[in-house]
């Protein structure tokens, strides 16, 4: 047997090295995985996680699904580094779409250049509205921000249920559940002509630079980080909790009600009963991987994407289960948090003393 | 008006709701009292549903089944235990970890069993008791995991205020150092409060594909096993509080299916967000207090221990 023996300090090349290991083991896993499901594993693996690198389009694709994953990936980061853990990303990002969509509506008729950014507005406002009840409840009442977080992710799925089978349903759609399409000026404009990765994919990289620089160089970004790794030290210096609570909530809700404007003013381009097929739920996975760091979220949300266009490619070309994406994100997740354990301990072979039998 | 048959039906079918998340919250329950916290609820119900609907569908056994089920439960918590207890991994992150991935498992698990049914399980006839008018419907006619869902509160009351087990399962919650100074092996003892915990989500989750809609949809879980998690808080770590709060919530989510006849004009979607929106509100009054929750709360709970 062998043992574990605390390093004296955290260990700074196995916190680089421990997403890539976890990257890896998930990759080996995965092969494992289409070896049992019959499937030859190296041509899976080619078609799932090569292929999509192949053409420009599909590189396109991956940006487009990387997007909402790095603005609700980077909004959580900030929150997980101060101890305060958001995940109800979801159901923030719904309510954004839903107040972009409540916008595009209304300004239907109306052909102007402000129609988008007010749509913008209205989802990161949205979004921070939502946020603001688990933060409102844990800052008031001490109700832990995890569960209420949670629920009213169910809650605004509903509520976006009610409002295209009601109020806000396409009148000549054929009852289908979804809105009208946006016009021209409710949409975001596409980067490229030909790919589907929109402006928003802009945005989202302009948000990590910006909170790698909150994280990096401001006093409230300090003050977030030493009340997450030494909540002791916080609380003599003098740091108000419920300030970085208000703060990780806030920053998170815009940032996620953001993607869900994304979503809706981009691919989507109107209203649907579902705007996310959990994209706030695979960005807790993208902020840990990312090592809660701004610049390290953007790298994992593309891996992230590569998980879900690479199912989406095998599903097509091999008949491969699409569920076997939330598979492969929960592996990377546990391969992650296993790896870590490195960072602080090292493993230390039982030694044998001659004579004494072990 | 209600009529007395509309007002039986509703509270006999609110012990179906409640009965998952009795069966899941003891669970939990159990393991936060030795101080871990496992978010992964969700998940490990989801692979219980799953598991206990296909075992059931491919042996024509519901008993079977639900020994599958709780099988798979122990299995999911058992790569939680391992993570949290003997690598040290942070417990929030890797319960959210068990979830995201009970959530994908449990979708390509049950690919091959979407639209297939099995016969629900059966509900008990006693002879005489369940004739009696009002009562009997009321009380006597239920499957048996409703009986023994209340029996395992009973139970489990019993064994942690009056067993040495229970003694020993509250110390390493309370002072896990205090109990390995002692001599109590605190790790072996929270894998085994994991691994049970892990058993009682997966029957819970089983109940669900096998008695309460006999048949297995995507996410069937719906939230429920986070509710179970605000159950244990809500009941303020003590056994009756969970019977007491899962009939609440039953009978919030029953409104949803009994509030047309009722004369609730309101949008069912409205309806359904109501458990959630109940949640919610209850969280709120039983932790607006901090004293309630400090006295209450395991001193542990959240933090890892390593022996050293």
Redesign the interface.
């Known amino acids: 047997m062998s043992r574990l023996e605390r390093r004296p300090e955290p260990s700074r090349r196995m916190m680089l090295a421990s997403p890539l290991i976890a990257a890896v083991a998930m990759l080996f896993t995965g092969s494992l995985l289409f070896f049992f499901i019959g499937q030859e594993p190296l041509h899976a693996f080619y078609v799932y996680f090569v292929k999509p690198w192949t053409t420009l389009y599909s590189v396109g694709e991956l940006l487009l699904k990387a997007t909402p994953l790095i603005l609700c990936g980077v909004g959580l980061a900030i929150g997980f580094r101060a101890n305060v853990?958001n995940?109800g990303a979801d159901g923030q990002l719904t309510i954004g779409a839903i107040c972009a969509g409540a916008v595009a509506l209304y300004f239907d008729e109306v052909q102007a250049w402000w129609v988008l950014p007010l749509m913008l507005l209205a989802g990161a406002v949205g979004g921070m509205l939502w946020a603001a009840?688990p933060a409102l409840?844990r800052t008031?009442?001490?109700?832990?921000e995890?569960?209420?977080s949670?629920?009213?992710?169910?809650?605004a799925y509903?509520?976006l249920?009610?409002l295209v089978?009601?109020p806000m349903r396409d009148p000549a759609g054929f009852n289908f559940p979804q809105s009208k399409m946006f016009s021209e000026s409710a949409t975001l404009p596409l980067l490229v002509e030909g790919l589907r990765v929109n402006a928003a994919f802009i945005l989202s990289l302009l948000a990590a630079g910006a909170a790698w620089f909150f994280c990096k160089h401001t006093f409230a970004g300090y003050r977030m980080q030493v009340s997450g790794m030494a909540p002791a030290a916080a609380l003599y210096a003098g740091f108000s909790e419920p300030r970085n609570v208000w703060l990780a909530f806030m920053v998170s809700g815009a940032l996620a009600g953001i993607a869900g404007v994304g979503e809706v003013a981009g691919p989507l381009g109107q209203l649907q009963p579902s705007v996310s097929p959990?994209y706030g739920?695979?960005a807790?996975?993208v902020a840990?991987v990312g090592r809660l760091h701004p610049l390290g979220v953007v790298l994992s949300a593309v891996l992230m994407s590569l998980l879900y266009i690479g199912g989406e490619t095998a599903q097509i070309e091999l008949q491969t289960?699409s569920?076997?994406?939330?598979?492969?994100?929960?592996?990377l997740?546990?391969y992650l948090?296993?790896a870590?354990?490195f960072i602080?301990?090292r493993i230390k072979p039982h030694k044998r003393v001659a004579g004494v039998p072990a | 008006m209600m009529t007395t048959e509309l007002l039986i039906a509703f509270l006999a079918s609110t012990a179906g709701a409640a009965t998952p998340l009795v069966v899941a919250s003891m669970g939990e329950l159990v393991t936060e009292r030795s101080g871990v916290l496992n978010l992964g609820m969700e998940g490990m119900m989801l692979i219980g549903a799953v598991v206990g609907f296909g075992v059931t569908l491919g042996t024509g056994s519901m008993i079977v089944g639900l020994l599958a089920a709780a099988a798979a439960g122990m299995l999911m918590s058992l790569i939680f235990g391992f993570l949290v207890l003997t690598l040290q991994t942070n417990q929030v992150a890797t319960g959210l970890a068990l979830t995201l991935f009970g959530i994908g498992a449990s979708a390509f698990i049950g690919q091959g069993f979407v639209g297939q049914t099995v016969a629900p399980m059966p509900h008990l006839h006693f002879p005489l008791l369940s004739e009696i008018p009002f009562i009997g419907p009321l009380l006597f006619r239920f499957d048996a995991m409703v009986y023994a869902s209340v029996a395992l509160v009973v139970a489990i009351g019993w064994m942690l205020a009056r067993t040495r087990l229970g003694l020993i399962i509250r110390a390493v919650g309370e002072s896990p150092h205090s109990a390995h100074a002692i001599g109590f092996p605190v790790i072996g003892l929270r894998y085994g409060t994991v691994l049970f915990g892990g058993a009682l989500a997966g029957l819970g989750g089983a109940y669900l594909s096998l008695a309460l809609t006999p048949m297995w949809v995507e996410g069937m879980t719906a939230g429920r096993g986070w509710i179970a998690l605000a159950q244990v808080v809500f009941a303020t770590w003590k056994p009756r509080g969970v019977l007491v709060g899962a009939y609440l919530f039953g009978g919030v989510t029953m409104l949803q299916f009994h509030g047309q006849g009722m004369g609730l004009a309101i949008p069912s979607e409205f309806l359904s967000m109501l458990p959630y929106l109940a949640t919610i509100v209850v969280l709120v009054i039983i932790c607006r207090n901090p004293q309630t929750i400090l006295l209450n709360k395991p001193m542990s709970l959240g933090q890892n221990f390593k022996p050293d």
Request: hydrophobic share 55%.
């Open positions: 853990n995940i009840i409840l008031r009442f001490n109700t832990s995890i569960l209420v949670l629920m009213l992710v169910y809650v509903h509520l249920s009610y089978h009601g959990g739920f695979a807790i996975i840990y289960p569920a076997i994406t939330g598979i492969f994100q929960g592996l997740l546990f948090l296993a870590d354990l602080h301990y």
